[in-house]
């Protein structure tokens, strides 16, 4: 991987970086785009395990911070179609990529900076409607390459786990008190960074296929198999909230140490790069479906655990499963939007199906909080697997009806 990027030079109105090549190759734009998947998760894997405590260093207590956290999944659910409508009309999503990972720094400085409760508000609408379509955006500009250059798509995306890994740990084994000024200043450092690689990316674009028309999003809204995949992705998002909402308070609220956090999620995303290396030949044989469906029940299992088995050495046998899970679920359910989607809708596809992740995740947070609150973590993470266990229903259902399908293909 290239990380050139320090030899930027700016002027008012553009990024100059003269030590890219000027004639791009497909093996160059794969480690671009690789490189993009590891700045970005590397700022994620500081958001995601340590912004509610973060939020906590801030006076919130649980119910406030769900809530807050809410407005997340409640932008993914309103705007990554409205993006990926955008890109699929105007000017591509490399170009609204890079519009939004601006707004994203913008909306989080306006987070750390203000001195009150309704500045915190308002950076949290601006940083999380501009956040919701980093990932449909870069997930297009990667599917875009694979279509001029076909390859397995996880080898590209496992960059961005060894990202989330490293900056993940790094925090909770540096600062296991996670005191909420360095989880404040370390985000805006890598947000920061993400946007200017971003910036100067620059990537071949496949052949145009046409831009999208609204006959295209009317046939692919009344298409079965995709609506049937937008339900089992809002159940699998339902399930996972308590984790990415609630799981550095449940570890503390316990008295154990927050370095528990780190190695939780460190364990995890480190077996997520090694399943990401095999996933595409686990789809071409089974189908994207079967694989979505494996990966929600692997999700449950982990919440049925945390609900039962809460202590150190519990957390730390069965983090394994969260890298399990989560690359089943998320790769298949990429691969299965691109197919069903085609060329021409391919970001407008990944935003709705982000979408659906976040009116999932939003009900999820919004439910987890009053369970945290009332019937104890413990109940929550009860719920979390039922809610898994019906995604995967919902999977193996759309895997009988599509047959094979959805099996091969990018």
Same mark, same amino acid.
């Given at each position: 991987?290239?990380?050139? +990027? &320090?030899?930027?030079? =700016?002027?008012? %109105?553009?990024?100059?970086? #003269?030590?890219? *090549?000027?004639?791009?190759?497909? @093996? ?91 500045? +915190? &508000?308002?950076?949290? =609408?601006?940083? %999380?409607?501009?956040?919701? #379509?980093?990932? *449909?955006?870069?997930?297009?500009? @990667? ?91 809002? +159940? ?175």
């Amino acid at each position: 991987m290239d990380f050139r +990027l &320090l030899h930027c030079t =700016f002027s008012p %109105f553009s990024i100059d970086v #003269p030590s890219l *090549p000027r004639h791009r190759t497909p @093996a160059g734009d794969h480690r671009r785009i690789a490189a993009a998947y590891f700045l970005f998760f590397a700022a994620f894997g500081l958001y995601l395990p340590y912004f509610p405590a973060y939020l906590r260093g801030r006076g919130l207590d649980s119910v406030g911070i769900g809530m807050l956290l809410a407005v997340g999944p409640l932008m993914r659910w309103v705007l990554p179609p409205v993006w990926g409508m955008l890109a699929d009309r105007f000017r591509g999503p490399r170009f609204w990529g890079t519009v939004a990972a601006w707004g994203t720094v913008g909306g989080l400085a306006l987070i750390v900076l203000g001195d009150n409760y309704a500045l +915190l &508000l308002a950076g949290g =609408f601006i940083f %999380f409607a501009f956040q919701s #379509p980093l990932i *449909p955006l870069l997930d297009s500009v @990667a599917l875009n390459h694979l279509a001029r250059t076909p390859g397995p798509y996880g080898r590209i995306r496992l960059w961005g786990s060894i990202g989330f890994i490293i900056t993940s740990l790094a925090l909770g084994l540096s600062f296991p008190e996670l005191p909420a000024p360095v989880i404040g200043v370390a985000l805006i450092g890598a947000y920061a960074l993400f946007a200017l690689w971003y910036t100067q990316m620059r990537v071949a674009e496949p052949a145009k296929v046409g831009r999208a028309e609204k006959r295209d999003y009317g046939a692919l809204l009344g298409t079965p198999a995709f609506i049937a995949l937008l339900a089992a992705v809002f +159940l699998h998002r339902m399930s996972m909230a308590s984790y990415g909402g609630f799981y550095t308070l449940f570890v503390t609220g316990r008295d154990l140490p927050g370095s528990i956090v780190a190695w939780t999620w460190g364990i995890g995303v480190t077996t997520e790069v090694f399943v990401m290396l095999r996933i595409d030949r686990l789809i071409d044989r089974l189908g994207a479906a079967r694989v979505f469906a494996l990966g929600a029940l692997v999700d449950g299992l982990r919440w049925l655990f945390y609900a039962t088995v809460p202590s150190t050495w519990g957390l730390l046998a069965v983090a394994p499963l969260h890298g399990i899970g989560f690359t089943l679920s998320y790769v298949s359910m990429v691969r299965m939007v691109g197919r069903l989607a085609g060329e021409r809708m391919r970001a407008s596809g990944q935003g709705l199906a982000s979408a659906s992740a976040g009116g999932g995740e939003m009900l999820g947070l919004v439910l987890a909080g009053w369970f945290f609150d009332t019937l104890g973590d413990q109940f929550m993470f009860a719920a979390a697997a039922a809610f898994a266990g019906l995604s995967a229903t919902v999977g193996l259902l759309l895997s009988r009806r599509t047959g094979e399908h959805l099996s091969g293909g990018r």
